[in-house]
């Protein structure tokens, strides 16, 4: 089997997928959370995240249906973000839907970083 040195390894591709959803979950947890938004200042997780997501749109331009659903779902986080940023009223109904995400987000970390254990491991 032949594989080209610039091709990222599947290593790489599970590691900046899981940097990904963990910049997307703390970009949620400071939607709900001053604490949060103190810990880590805005413009440096905003940087980690343009750049990260950046890097993963790079590595799924071979597969232009799975760029487009993570693509989506960056933009899905960000806009419920934003939401919950915004008044009262769209706030309320971020709220739950932000919580949903943030599960979402979570399983998903998971389910990559044991995913990444055991290709480091092999």
Request: charge should be neutral; charged fraction near 25%; aromatic fraction near 4%.
């Amino acid at each position: 089997m032949s594989t080209h040195s610039s091709a990222p390894s599947h290593i790489e591709i599970t590691e900046t997928l899981v940097r990904l959803y963990v910049f997307l979950a703390q970009y949620l947890d400071r939607c709900q959370n001053e604490a949060a938004r103190a810990s880590f200042p805005e413009a440096d997780l905003q940087a980690h995240l343009s750049a990260t997501k950046a890097k993963m749109m790079e590595i799924l331009s071979v597969n232009p249906v799975v760029k487009g659903k993570v693509e989506k779902e960056c933009d899905h986080v960000l806009a419920l973000g934003a939401a919950c940023l915004k008044g009262e009223t769209e706030k309320t109904a971020a709220v739950n839907a932000l919580k949903a995400e943030r599960a979402v987000l979570q399983n998903k970390t998971i389910a990559l970083s044991d995913l990444l254990a055991v290709f480091r491991a092999s």
